[in-house]
């Protein structure tokens, strides 16, 4: 007796085979697919989708679709509320998430498409889409690069380095510019462009490492001529990738372009923007913008990094026996002490009244105890010498914080190195001392 197709037993059975092979396709499909009621509860999660969710969950639970998401996309549950049957509620949003343990992060980027199937039930098609991000990105990047270099070609150079930042190719465009012969050149550092004291081979390693992680790292300043001439240069620095090392640049290309028709102008934005204005040294904002860069410098690769605090002396005395005007020469007096003292590469910057700051980046403790000396003599041996003939001296305290590991952060090393300046004018001023000692 054959059976009827009506057959409810025949159903049943066509039913659970269809909501197998529903099942099979569901698991098997290459990208996630997540079914949720109105709450975001998850009632059925694919492999791949369970791949991609379980570095936000906690406790490796995967529960509720839009509580993993709120950090990401926060009105994810309202947006689900709506819609009827079919419609589409997110239509392939990025999201852009940090997964992994603290200090070795790394960007996860997620499209996002939700779709009401019915009253009570939606499903969600999640993709990891990071490399294709990547590839936008760094295409990106090449096409700024590319325009750059282009932009004034008659006043720019290229050259290539390896992938620790030795010349190892040599152009026409960088020989008439810049006067080196290629023989003079290939293996060096592209640090002999620079000045003496413009910066440091820890400071160009930084640079590199910039580039790897943004795409490339611009700089300005003085740059030098094989002659020994300075000019106003702008650098670029830009990874060139290699091939089966991943993401690790194969070298990189530096393109130098001398901007000295732009500097005046240049310098005069920047000195009403960075400068104190009655002494020329840094001011206070960006002395913490400095400080913070060479922390986060510190805490990707640390190297000798070291704080200075100086303070006049009795500087209320000056004032009330001499003036503020007088006060005002003895302040500018000191600044151009530490200017000329310094290499181009610290940072001196008034922070206070009389209070100054020394960043000394790539310089250890001795060497941070050298200069603060050099300073602390130059400024006992200097006089400052009025119209009316009036000759006043001053001297300074100071405290020293060099950078050590457990350190919080710019806020705290500068707490310290205050505290050393304290013990330095407890002590009697005119005089060091080094933190912790």
Same mark, same amino acid.
């Given at each position: ?11 049943? &059975? ?82 852009? /998430? ?15 498409? /939700? ?12 993709? &990891? ?300 001023? &005119? ?7």
């Amino acid at each position: 007796m054959s059976a009827h197709p009506s057959d409810p037993h025949i159903n049943a &059975d066509v039913n659970a085979d269809e909501q197998q092979e529903l099942l099979q396709l569901l698991y098997a499909a290459p990208v996630g697919l997540v079914q949720t009621d109105d709450e975001g509860r998850i009632a059925l999660i694919n492999a791949a989708a369970a791949q991609l969710l379980l570095p936000l969950a906690v406790g490796a639970s995967l529960v509720n679709l839009f509580d993993l998401l709120v950090p990401v996309m926060p009105d994810l549950a309202l947006r689900a509320r709506s819609g009827a049957a079919g419609e589409l509620l997110v239509d392939g949003e990025a999201l852009v /998430l940090r997964v992994g343990p603290e200090g070795r992060q790394r960007p996860l980027v997620l499209s996002l498409t /939700l779709r009401r199937l019915q009253a009570g039930q939606l499903v969600a098609v999640l993709s &990891d889409i990071t490399a294709q991000v990547e590839r936008e990105r760094r295409l990106r990047q090449s096409e700024a690069w590319l325009n750059a270099a282009l932009t004034g070609i008659h006043d720019h150079a290229a050259v290539g380095l390896d992938a620790e930042g030795r010349i190892a190719h040599w152009s026409e465009s960088a020989a008439r510019m810049t006067g080196f012969a290629r023989e003079t050149v290939l293996g060096r550092p592209a640090t002999i462009f620079h000045p003496g004291g413009a910066t440091t081979p820890e400071r160009l390693l930084d640079r590199l490492h910039e580039a790897r992680a943004d795409g490339w790292s611009m700089d300005e300043g003085w740059l030098l001529r094989a002659d020994g001439q300075r000019y106003w240069g702008s650098t670029m620095i830009v990874p060139i990738s290699g091939v089966g090392d991943g993401d690790t640049p194969a070298g990189f290309s530096l393109v130098l372009r001398d901007i000295s028709d732009r500097r005046d102008a240049h310098e005069q934005r920047r000195r009403a923007s960075e400068t104190d204005h009655l002494t020329g040294l840094a001011n206070r904002r960006v002395f913490f913008e400095a400080g913070r860069r060479e922390i986060e410098r510190f805490r990707r690769a640390p190297r000798p990094l070291a704080l200075l605090v100086l303070d006049a002396d009795h500087f209320k005395r000056i004032n009330d026996q001499h003036g503020h005007a007088a006060g005002d020469e003895v302040l500018r007096q000191l600044a151009g002490v530490m200017l000329r003292s310094l290499r181009q590469v610290d940072v001196p910057a008034r922070i206070g009244g009389e209070e100054f700051a020394v960043l000394l980046p790539s310089t250890g403790l001795e060497g941070a105890r050298l200069v603060a000396e050099r300073l602390r003599r130059a400024m006992a041996a200097d006089t400052v010498t009025r119209a009316d003939g009036t000759v006043i001296r001053y001297t300074v305290s100071i405290g020293l914080a060099p950078m050590q590991a457990g350190i919080a952060g710019l806020e705290e090393l500068l707490e310290r190195a205050d505290r050393a300046l304290y013990a330095a004018k407890a002590a009697g001023r &005119d005089r060091l001392v080094v933190d912790g000692e």
